[in-house]
């Protein structure tokens, strides 16, 4: 089930780890044709190979989607757009923190199992610990996120990062308006299936176990990242005033739809025939002409 190749503008997605993004990533997939995505993972080495690539190779791809900082678009086709997803810095260091204790297989297992939370908050065991998106947001090399200098951003950086949500990025998604965001994807850049189930997701105690003193030490060492994202907040609110449909509408009725599809969404392509077998025996022959058609 793809849109168009002649519907889809190229997209940059920029994937700050445990936004939302690996969700995201399985839309994107279904949207795009195969062989048509480019991923990053995020290392030099990666970035460089692309960069090797001839121009007329890097332009055969729709979408650059990964673990990126911001500025590959440069290298890739200036007509292109950003997409990123931001979330409340301090929980999405919590998850982060919990979503590794809870995987053996992570990299960075064996390092932070030991630790509390507050140790965690205050460690330089990894780059998104610290402000990262801000660090993400306001790299100036061509997609690589800036690592070597993990205590040296600043308010200048602060402010980079703030011009680029507002000049450069097409859509800025919050992970807390995720239904939301996708409905501002649709409509920006032509997506037509945009059902999902969450990937990723890991299980975390309620804030009141958690500890002030964690919390304290993640705000203070997040401190550019919750200004940037009180800034994201502002945006957002302007981009859903902006959207020219009824957004309560379009969440209920995409919502709906997306519960009688759910089970059948850990593939990441759904057939057409599955869709409209799904669509029809519920009796939304209509929202099925309708979606189908679109």
């Not at 936004?19 to 290392?43: C, E, V």
């Not at 810095?89 to 960075?108: E, G, M, Q, T």
């Given at each position: 089930?793809?849109?168009?190749e002649n519907d889809l503008g190229k997209l940059v997605f920029i994937h700050i780890g445990k936004t939302g993004g690996?969700?995201?990533?399985?839309?994107?997939?279904?949207?795009?044709?195969?062989?048509?995505?480019?991923h990053f993972d995020g290392t030099k080495k990666d970035i460089s190979g692309f960069l090797a690539l001839s121009p007329e190779k890097r332009s055969q791809y729709l979408c650059l989607e990964g673990?990126?900082?911001?500025?590959?678009?440069?290298?890739?086709?200036?007509?292109?757009?950003?997409?990123?997803?931001?979330?409340?810095?301090?929980?999405?260091?919590?998850?982060?923190?919990?979503?590794?204790?809870?995987?053996?297989?992570?990299?960075?297992?064996?390092?932070?199992?030991?630790?509390?939370?507050?140790?965690?908050?205050?460690?330089?065991?990894?780059?998104?610990?610290?402000?990262?998106?801000?660090?993400?947001?306001?790299?100036?090399?061509?997609?690589?996120?800036?690592?070597?200098?993990?205590?040296?951003?600043?308010?200048?950086?602060?402010?980079?990062?703030?011009?680029?949500?507002?000049?450069?990025?097409?859509?800025?998604?919050?992970?807390?308006?995720?239904?939301?965001?996708?409905?501002?994807?649709?409509?920006?850049?032509?997506?037509?299936?945009?059902?999902?189930?969450?990937?990723?997701?890991?299980?975390?105690?309620?804030?009141?176990?958690?500890?002030?003193?964690?919390?304290?030490?993640?705000?203070?060492?997040?401190?550019?990242?919750?200004?940037?994202?009180?800034?994201?907040?502002?945006?957002?609110?302007?981009?859903?005033?902006?959207?020219?449909?009824?957004?309560?509408?379009?969440?209920?009725?995409?919502?709906?739809?997306?519960?009688?599809?759910?089970?059948?969404?850990?593939?990441?392509?759904?057939?057409?025939?599955?869709?409209?077998?799904?669509?029809?025996?519920?009796?939304?022959?209509?929202?099925?002409?309708?979606?189908?058609?679109?």
């Amino acid at each position: 089930m793809f849109s168009s190749e002649n519907d889809l503008g190229k997209l940059v997605f920029i994937h700050i780890g445990k936004t939302g993004g690996s969700t995201l990533r399985s839309i994107i997939y279904r949207n795009y044709p195969k062989g048509k995505i480019r991923h990053f993972d995020g290392t030099k080495k990666d970035i460089s190979g692309f960069l090797a690539l001839s121009p007329e190779k890097r332009s055969q791809y729709l979408c650059l989607e990964g673990h990126m900082g911001f500025g590959l678009r440069s290298q890739f086709d200036e007509s292109s757009k950003y997409l990123t997803f931001l979330r409340d810095p301090v929980d999405r260091v919590i998850s982060l923190y919990y979503f590794i204790r809870a995987n053996p297989d992570h990299y960075l297992y064996s390092r932070v199992e030991p630790l509390t939370l507050r140790e965690f908050a205050s460690s330089k065991i990894t780059h998104m610990v610290r402000n990262c998106q801000t660090r993400t947001l306001a790299g100036e090399k061509g997609g690589q996120i800036r690592l070597e200098d993990k205590e040296k951003l600043c308010f200048d950086d602060l402010e980079k990062a703030k011009t680029r949500l507002e000049e450069d990025i097409s859509v800025i998604g919050l992970t807390g308006s995720f239904d939301q965001s996708l409905m501002l994807c649709k409509e920006a850049f032509g997506w037509k299936n945009v059902f999902y189930v969450r990937r990723n997701t890991g299980s975390k105690p309620p804030p009141e176990e958690i500890g002030e003193g964690a919390i304290e030490s993640l705000k203070d060492n997040n401190r550019l990242d919750l200004k940037l994202y009180e800034y994201a907040e502002s945006l957002f609110k302007r981009q859903i005033e902006d959207y020219p449909k009824n957004m309560e509408e379009e969440v209920n009725n995409f919502r709906q739809k997306n519960s009688l599809l759910k089970p059948f969404l850990k593939a990441k392509r759904v057939p057409l025939a599955l869709l409209k077998k799904v669509l029809e025996i519920t009796d939304t022959k209509e929202l099925a002409k309708k979606f189908l058609g679109g």
